[in-house]
């Protein structure tokens, strides 16, 4: 079983930064692509940044050149750097990651932390 836990959520002030982390855990093979989505009430949960396993990097129009992904291959550990943060910026970030064990391969979800931005 395999298991994806954030931290690092929180409130701030509009302008400020937050760095989440996602760490997975389990008996971990492989993990392919790690992405960081967001959530608001009564909207759809979206896209937010994604990472593949090579390291390529991709964005939400909304949050390029303010939001850095990375990812530590050793650590099994996926980051979220969020800069020059905006009230529209609040809501439950999750994050995501394609994860093969030995014996299968599954999507994981992490529980969700909040992050609050305040203008």
């Known amino acids: 079983q395999v298991q994806l836990v954030e931290s690092g959520g929180g409130l701030v002030q509009a302008g400020g930064s937050l760095r989440l982390s996602c760490a997975a855990s389990?008996?971990?093979?492989?993990?392919?692509?790690m992405n960081w989505y967001r959530q608001v009430p009564g909207k759809q949960r979206e896209l937010v940044a994604r990472i593949t396993s090579g390291g390529s990097t991709d964005y939400t129009e909304s949050v390029k050149g303010r939001f850095t992904i990375s990812r530590d291959n050793a650590k099994n550990t996926v980051y979220l750097q969020m800069n020059s943060l905006k009230p529209e910026d609040t809501a439950v970030y999750y994050c995501?990651?394609?994860?093969?064990?030995?014996?299968?391969?599954?999507?994981?979800w992490g529980q969700g932390i909040q992050v609050t931005v305040s203008s």
């Open positions: 995501n990651a394609m994860i093969s064990t030995y014996a299968y391969t599954t999507a994981s």
């Open positions: 389990g008996s971990i093979s492989s993990i392919n692509a």
